[in-house]
């Protein structure tokens, strides 16, 4: 933004988009534009969905890794890295990760979404591993080789 005594001009990028009169000129208010994060995106798009977070008990964090992001809900949590995308950690699954050290274990981050198979089991993937639930509810972990 640029200013004479008779006139105001707003650049962007160096290109002039507009220039007016001082005297037309009644206020001016600056707002940045919101950007929705990865986590919120993935949240919004759950609305409607057999996942049912709740709403979050706090802001986005930064994980203590430096590397990833999340946020708690109720009734789980979203983690995010750039190389993983944003996934759903509840339930069974989520609370085995967690017991494991969440991000920290020798699973990583979540990979995917938990997905049900055709014989009622459930499991999720994990950048080296994954957790399956059996038809009990009982979360088994697998490692994979690194």
Not at 60 to 82: F, M, N
Request: hydrophobic letters at 30%; charged letters at 25%.
């Amino acid at each position: 933004m640029g200013a004479s005594a008779d006139h105001v001009t707003f650049q962007i990028e160096g290109h002039t988009k507009c220039r007016l009169a001082v005297d037309e000129i009644q206020s001016i208010r600056f707002e940045r534009s919101r950007t929705t994060s990865p986590i919120d995106l993935k949240h919004n798009g759950l609305k409607g969905s057999e996942v049912a977070l709740g709403e979050p008990t706090g802001e986005e964090q930064a994980a203590p890794d430096g590397r990833g992001r999340y946020r708690l809900y109720r009734h789980g949590a979203i983690y995010y890295t750039p190389q993983t995308g944003a996934h759903v950690v509840h339930g069974p699954i989520g609370d085995r990760w967690l017991d494991l050290g969440a991000e920290h274990s020798e699973l990583g981050y979540p990979a995917g979404d938990e997905m049900t198979w055709p014989d009622g089991r459930r499991g999720m993937t994990f950048e080296h591993g994954t957790i399956i639930c059996d038809q009990h509810d009982v979360p088994l972990v697998e490692i994979s080789a690194r």
